[in-house]
């Protein structure tokens, strides 16, 4: 063992010993092929160490990946980026990042060039980049961490306005990863606080904090601009989360002010964020849009704006038909080579902590295949595979890291193809567009309001549970937000004349 009596004595080793055991420590096979991490191995004084909130923020610091480029044969840190559910809660494996990390030769057009496309192949994704336990901000590292990672992804969507990207993983983060897909809030307000996951100079996972309201602001493009309470965003920082008090997604890290060096300025100095509500539809190619890819299932009468993340590993699982098991949120629907908005397979995974059980009406359908990944599972009597179809079972639960957290057992249910969406049972909206008045249907009662996309309140009213009609003829064409406050729910309405 070697010991550093201080930070200044550890760069006075002997070079040639340090990059030998730089490259003992990272040169690690990945897909087959050996990679190397660039030496620019930076450091972060200024921000927590996100595992020392994981009490507060474990499921969403699981989200955050660095994200590295390959440049000639080395695998150079870029930035961060994150996991982002969509209305389903499959565990599609969408990655949001900043547009910028991806139009990396400085073409500040709408197009990304064949360079940039043929990166993306190569691209590295390092998950759970982080210390195992709340330790000090000194380098080196007296922790140690594993690096889980995935090489390869799609373009499916990006805005230079916003700042924003969509990429899709090639392929699924496995089980043990243990990932978690956040949720996101695409609906037309101010969050009141929250906070940044990020990879400061492509340091280890840090978190930062903001506790007064961003305001939306032009610079560039359009942004959210806020102060951090605590934490300093620098280079390296770009395409990280910014949540909202919710813990929903609001925002993706863009620009920031990187000379500074000193903490005590970091809370003086403006930052800027990608704005999500501006990425939700403003491209003019619907495709473009994110609503495309996180919100497939939209209807004229409902669209998802927000809603919570999603946990490949559920608590338990419990099914009762074949509908339960091919069409519901949790069908694996991996499908890289048809990349078009709500493509589908009919195979599904289940990974659960606990008990997996399929009910007597539960049937495999024909030329399909299922896992159950369970620390249980059961079926009853009754269960059928049909012709030509895969069935695996195995006795291997899932572990659930955030312990205390807001998980639940799912429910499978053919009723509803949005299971996971608490908008989708606890709030609709009809007609959409509407003319004169709309439908607000409640399971509760809730104080409800309408706001233009200026964020200025029209309409306040709080409605019993149960269908309820609003009037809307005094209000001029456009779009409004739908709010039923208590319930912390957003929907949108086309108001036509």
Not at 130 to 149: A, L, R, V
Not at 351 to 371: D, L, M, P, Q
Not at 393 to 410: F, I, L, R
Request: charged share 15%; proline share 5%; aromatic share 12%.
């Amino acid at each position: 063992m070697i010991a550093f009596d201080s930070y200044s004595d550890y760069f006075k080793v002997n070079a040639a010993f340090f990059i030998t055991v730089f490259i003992l420590l990272f040169s690690i096979p990945v897909l087959g092929q050996p990679y190397l991490f660039d030496q620019n191995y930076g450091y972060s004084i200024c921000s927590t160490n996100a595992i020392c909130e994981n009490d507060e923020w474990c499921n969403q610091i699981r989200s955050v990946v660095v994200i590295c480029r390959r440049v000639n044969g080395v695998d150079e840190k870029q930035g961060a980026g994150f996991l982002v559910t969509n209305d389903r809660s499959d565990g599609r494996p969408y990655l949001m990042t900043s547009q910028h990390i991806i139009n990396f030769n400085g073409n500040l057009t709408y197009n990304i060039d064949q360079a940039e496309l043929d990166a993306l192949d190569s691209m590295l994704f390092i998950f759970n980049y982080q210390y195992d336990t709340c330790s000090s901000n000194m380098y080196p590292y007296s922790q140690s961490f594993e690096t889980d990672t995935i090489r390869g992804a799609y373009l499916r969507s990006y805005s230079i306005d916003a700042d924003f990207a969509i990429l899709e993983l090639k392929e699924r983060p496995p089980i043990d990863f243990e990932a978690y897909y956040s949720g996101y809030n695409a609906a037309y307000e101010r969050p009141e606080s929250g906070a940044i996951i990020h990879h400061p100079q492509t340091d280890i996972k840090k978190i930062a904090f903001y506790d007064t309201q961003p305001t939306r602001y032009y610079i560039n493009t359009e942004k959210w601009k806020y102060y951090t309470s605590s934490g300093l965003i620098q280079s390296g920082s770009s395409g990280a989360p910014m949540y909202d008090q919710d813990k929903k997604i609001v925002g993706c890290q863009s620009m920031a002010n990187t000379s500074i060096t000193d903490c005590d300025e970091s809370t003086s100095t403006a930052n800027y964020a990608g704005r999500l509500e501006e990425f939700w539809e403003s491209q003019s190619t619907s495709t473009r849009q994110a609503k495309a890819w996180l919100n497939p299932n939209a209807t004229s009468s409902l669209e998802i704006v927000s809603m919570s993340g999603y946990d490949p590993c559920a608590s338990s699982y419990s099914f009762t038909n074949a509908s339960d098991l091919h069409q519901s949120t949790n069908v694996d629907p991996l499908t890289p080579s048809t990349p078009l908005p709500g493509t589908r397979s009919y195979d599904g995974r289940y990974f659960a902590s606990n008990s997996i059980t399929a009910g007597t009406g539960v049937t495999i359908s024909a030329g399909t295949s299922v896992e159950f990944h369970g620390k249980y599972v059961e079926l009853n009597t009754g269960f059928q595979t049909g012709s030509s179809s895969v069935f695996i079972a195995t006795p291997e639960p899932c572990s659930q890291p955030c312990s205390g957290s807001n998980k639940q057992s799912v429910v499978a249910s053919s009723s509803t193809i949005l299971e996971n969406a608490k908008v989708a049972t606890n709030m609709q909206l009809y007609p959409n567009p509407a003319k004169d008045m709309v439908t607000v249907e409640l399971t509760e009662k809730s104080q409800v309001s309408i706001y233009n996309v200026q964020g200025q309140l029209q309409f306040r009213k709080t409605l019993p549970a149960g269908a309820n009609t609003l009037p809307l003829d005094q209000l001029s064409s456009g779009i409004y937000i739908v709010k039923a406050d208590d319930l912390g729910l957003s929907l949108r309405v086309a108001v036509i004349d």
